[in-house]
């Protein structure tokens, strides 16, 4: 780390945004698109607009630290059993109400007090670190660090995978920048149907939707993730709709339905029964999706991988941990030989 003494050290032009009159900009670093006029801030907090040039101020900029298991993005079927160098920095492009890192996806670089890390920084403790076998973009959203994101996977060795943890929200541009800067895998938080989404998080869920489609076409390993909150977006129709659409894609994408727990603006709200999650499951199963799983209800069976056709244990998960597991690199189950979709 290096002391803060430049007072802008995290400013840094932004990779994707257009000049309109009068000095103002379009930005298009994700869906929003905000327009925003000089001197002013955008949607996310992260983006000025000086004199007709759009600045990010949160390069560098490291909230959150720690060495995690993949398990625990959730990635299943990515590199299992591997740790993954998780960074985050702050703000967030969407508005929910029960977000489990609040701290720092409701603040902005402007209130938050960091010192500067440089991506060579964080490429030396990847490349150098023993046990690291990749990073992961997390805790905020990690589009709104594009430029910092793309630098670092810009330094690191070929063989360390890159994924972010996301809600699916950046533009079509970002994610082929990602993509092209070694981008491999993501998990993609749902937080809902089109009106949830648009009612709580004030986005348009059917652009999340398009990066799923799109990523999977351009071979990143994608996993949908649904945080099922009671009274929000615990219906059938919401499971169906989830399941309707992966499927149509592709039957193996893993889908994790994670148990919610109260917090921030939603500290009234009981954490979801398991038998909701498991209502969810089945239709989900019943859809035709092979991988479908239950998350933060630690040893239950539903946090296992099972064969799709032969229905054989491949994997024991208790939380974030694999207890055991068979052969995963072959891409097979060693009881029938059907193909199971790990990337190893």
């Known amino acids: 780390m290096i002391s803060n003494a430049n007072p802008d050290p995290f400013r840094k032009e932004t990779f994707l945004y ?22 002013n801030w955008g949607y996310c907090k992260t983006k000025k ?26 990635l299943f079927h990515y590199y299992p059993g591997s ?30 007090k960091a010192n500067f890390t440089s991506p060579k920084e964080i490429s030396h403790k990847i490349d150098g670190g023993k046990d690291i076998t990749g990073i992961s973009v997390s805790f905020n959203e990690p589009t709104l660090s594009l430029e910092y994101a793309v630098d670092i996977f810009n330094l690191l060795n070929p063989k360390t995978y890159k994924m972010f943890v996301t809600n699916g929200y950046m ?13 491999s ?20 869920v059917n652009k999340v ?12 390993h994608v996993e949908v993730v649904c945080l099922i909150i ?23 994408i893993p889908l994790h339905f994670t148990r919610f727990f109260p917090d921030y603006q939603f500290t009234h709200v009981s954490p979801t029964p398991i038998t909701t999650l498991e209502t969810a499951h089945s239709i ?38 694999i207890t055991s597991s068979k052969n995963l690199e072959l891409g097979k189950c060693p009881e029938c030989g059907v193909e199971i979709p790990f990337v190893c």
């Open 284 to 321: 989900a199963k019943e859809s035709g999706l092979h991988y479908v799983y239950l998350g933060n209800i630690p040893g239950h069976p539903l946090e296992n991988t099972y064969c799709h056709h032969c229905q054989s244990l491949l994997v024991k998960r208790s939380g974030y941990q």
């Open 18 to 39: 257009h000049r309109l009159d009068d000095k103002n900009v379009k930005c298009n670093t994700c869906s929003h698109h905000c327009t925003i006029h000089d001197g």
């Open 83 to 112: 740790y993954a160098l998780t960074i985050g920095g702050v703000s967030c492009n969407f508005k929910c109400p029960w977000c489990q890192n609040w701290s720092i996806s409701k603040t902005n670089p402007q209130e938050f």
């Open 209 to 220: 939707w398009e990066n799923i489609s799109y990523a999977i076409s351009q071979k990143v």
């Open 171 to 183: 533009s079509k541009q970002a994610l082929n920048i990602l993509i092209k800067s070694g981008l």
């Open 230 to 252: 009671p009274s929000v977006n615990d219906t059938l129709d919401f499971y169906m709709e989830v399941a309707n659409r992966l499927v149509a894609i592709s039957d193996n």
């Open 49 to 74: 607009n000086e004199n007709g040039i759009l600045y990010s101020f949160n390069y560098g900029l490291v909230s959150s630290y720690s060495i995690n298991p993949i398990e625990k993005k959730p």
């Open 185 to 204: 895998g993501t998990s993609v938080t749902l937080k809902g149907n089109e009106f949830t989404v648009a009612k709580y998080c004030k986005a348009d």
